[in-house]
């Protein structure tokens, strides 16, 4: 009966923590999808103006300088130095753990990897750049991070912010 009991009170606990962290943060405005079910999503992210905020690229990223600051304007509101670490590997990253809604990419033979990861909301960014299409997308997804959880499950793009938000790089 105990055991029953635990497992009832963790089922319960993370399909509660799962409802907060789904759910955009208070800056966040959320609209519902078009009837046209043109978003695959119940909510659309749709962005404020962003407040100030600023970043500073790691060494790790040398020669992702470029892409990281794409995905970083994509946002508004970002100045360089201060504020988020973002650092770069080349391996999947292996630490990002539930909470922190990891971004997947595709590997070519058809396996799914966390190749991004927003730690506490913009306390330190991780991304595997080079396991990816479009790795100022992948930035762009991760920063927004800073704000917004997921949008979807599906392919991230850049058709809208909605669209920046979804779970997977393709």
């Not at 991070?145 to 979807?152: A, K, P």
Request: glycine letters at 12%; one cysteine or more; a negative charge.
């Amino acid at each position: 009966m105990f055991r029953l009991a635990t497992k009832l009170v963790t089922t319960l606990g993370a399909a509660v923590a799962l409802g907060v962290i789904g759910a955009p943060i208070a800056s966040a405005t959320v609209s519902e999808a078009p009837a046209d079910g043109a978003v695959d999503s119940a909510a659309e992210v749709m962005p404020a103006a962003a407040p100030a905020w600023s970043y500073t690229i790691q060494p790790s990223c040398g020669g992702w300088e470029s892409p990281i600051r794409t995905g970083a304007n994509y946002w508004g509101g970002a100045s360089e130095g201060g504020g988020t670490p973002v650092q770069c590997q080349n391996s999947a990253i292996t630490d990002c753990g539930f909470k922190n809604e990891p971004v997947h990419g595709l590997t070519k033979d058809g396996r799914l990897i966390v190749v991004g990861c927003n730690y506490g909301m913009g306390q330190l960014i991780k991304l595997f750049p080079g396991a990816v299409n479009d790795p100022a997308l992948l930035a762009a997804h991760e920063f927004g991070h800073n704000w917004y959880g997921h949008s979807y499950n599906g392919c991230a793009s850049w058709a809208s912010p909605t669209d920046v938000m979804a779970t997977t790089m393709c």
